[in-house]
């Protein structure tokens, strides 16, 4: 028992950790990819190569000022940013990054909630608790442009809710389970889901940069429209929570994709049991972390790529396009489920 | 129940360090009072009148329709983990809960609810 709680505190501490370094150099990330995909430099005067840039912005974070607007609500207006960025650290509970380790003849899989079979479920129930923060902000900045940005925000969060539940079905249908763990394991030595299941990554794909508010998606924070959307009125270390959750948010986005469709840590050919209990855990969750690292680039790219969508598209897509596309989805998932026979 | 409990813990540390952060960043930063630094941001222009006016009735039908949809997606997941067990007569359960959903999505629709531009 003791070396059971010992290890999830190891795994808690690590997470976190990494994550919260992972959101540091995505915002490095972010701003280099940006500036080569626009043919300039980037950051590249603090350190080697501009790689302490983060450490530099964070120590500006703490010493900045944090004005609050004498118009706000107070008690709402401190409890947003928390609001935005507690769930977005927490969804990583269920996120399985790697092969188990075996420590002195124990199991332990590299995973912070181990065994509850419903990684899934919470990821949805935590990550709808973003709007909370995104609507609190809005409202009590008792700001024009952090109002119309959260209306828009929260509107368009909870219609790709939608998006998100059904693109999520036929995966759990296909692996039997809303485990991501058993997804994982239905790929493994396979096919990796994005062929079979080419329209839901589609449709989760698109959910996804909705649900984090990235580019083609960016319209609560349009820049050239609403200045900065719900957090127009933050400064400093508030202004800070909110871009971290947002960063943490789309690295969880990166990993669940590569999870869901890209056979998380494994890769063809490859069986983690040739490197021994431990080596082979730590290679995994390396696989896994370059995977992940990829997606986030990608989703850099595609900022870059594509232009904004206008409002009503983006509810068309939601609602005349993707929700039939899904519904309709599901039921040929099934009927080819029944057709084929149990899986097994 | 042992399973959850890592899950709290993590809710625990997630909930002392982010307001930690805050209260570090207390004996660090500046804090020089200005009345100006209190005025909403609004381009630099005075602020006239409260930004609670009217806002467009389409979001709260969006969160109306979103109730229903995102109310039926969750009907379907328990479904989803059992479906191989349940067996024909489960899938065509679920084909006409679905085909009432679309006739409600279908009205929906048809009122102009889904269409942003009107």
């Known amino acids: 028992m003791a070396d059971i709680i010992l290890f999830s505190a190891i795994k808690i501490v690590v997470v976190l950790a990494v994550v919260m370094g992972g959101v540091a150099y995505t915002t490095l990330a972010e701003r280099k990819v940006s500036a080569w995909l626009q043919d300039r430099l980037g950051p590249n005067r603090v350190g080697p190569f501009g790689l302490l840039q983060p450490i530099a912005d964070g120590i500006k974070f703490f010493t900045k000022e944090d004005i609050t607007p004498g118009r706000s609500y107070k008690p709402s207006y401190f409890l947003a940013p928390m609001a935005t960025l507690i769930p977005a650290l927490i969804t990583f509970a269920v996120i399985p990054f790697g092969e188990s380790v075996s420590l002195s003849g124990k199991d332990h899989r590299l995973l912070i909630a181990e065994g509850t079979g419903l990684g899934l479920v919470y990821l949805l129930a935590v990550s709808s608790l973003g709007v909370y923060g995104i609507l609190l902000a809005g409202l009590s900045s008792n700001n024009k442009y952090s109002l119309l940005g959260a209306l828009r925000s929260v509107n368009q969060v909870v219609s790709y809710e939608v998006a998100l539940g059904l693109g999520l079905i036929p995966l759990a249908m296909t692996a039997g389970g809303f485990d991501i763990d058993a997804i994982v394991r239905a790929q493994k030595g396979g096919v990796w889901f994005v062929v079979p299941h080419f329209i839901a990554f589609i449709i989760l794909l698109v959910a996804l940069f909705a649900e984090t508010n990235r580019l083609p998606f960016d319209l609560p924070e349009g820049e050239s429209e609403l200045v900065g959307g719900y957090h127009t009125e933050y400064s400093g270390m508030r202004f800070a929570m909110f871009f971290m959750g947002e960063y943490a948010n789309m690295i969880t986005a990166s990993a669940l994709l590569v999870l869901l469709f890209f056979g998380g840590w494994h890769l063809p050919f490859l069986n983690y049991g040739w490197f021994g209990p431990v080596l082979g855990g730590i290679l995994s969750a390396i696989v896994f972390a370059c995977k992940t690292a990829f997606f986030v680039f990608f989703f850099i790219w595609v900022r870059w790529t594509l232009p904004r969508f206008r409002y009503d598209q983006v509810m068309h897509m939601m609602w005349i396009r993707i929700l039939p596309l899904g519904l309709a989805y599901i039921l040929v998932t099934a009927l080819f489920l029944y057709l084929r026979g149990p899986i097994k | ?118």
């Open chain 2, 1 to 118: 129940m042992a399973a959850y409990l890592p899950l709290g813990i993590l809710l625990l540390i997630a909930l002392i360090i982010v307001p930690m952060t805050m209260i570090i960043g207390r004996f660090i930063r500046p804090q020089r009072f200005e009345v100006s630094k209190l005025q909403p941001y609004e381009c630099g222009i005075e602020v006239t009148d409260s930004p609670r006016g009217q806002m467009s009735v389409h979001f709260y039908i969006v969160a109306v329709v979103f109730l229903v949809f995102d109310v039926e997606t969750v009907f379907l997941f328990p479904w989803a983990v059992a479906f191989d067990k349940l067996g024909l007569f489960g899938f065509i359960e679920v084909g006409i809960f679905l085909l009432l959903l679309i006739v409600a999505y279908v009205y929906a629709w048809l009122k102009g609810a889904l269409r942003w531009e009107q």
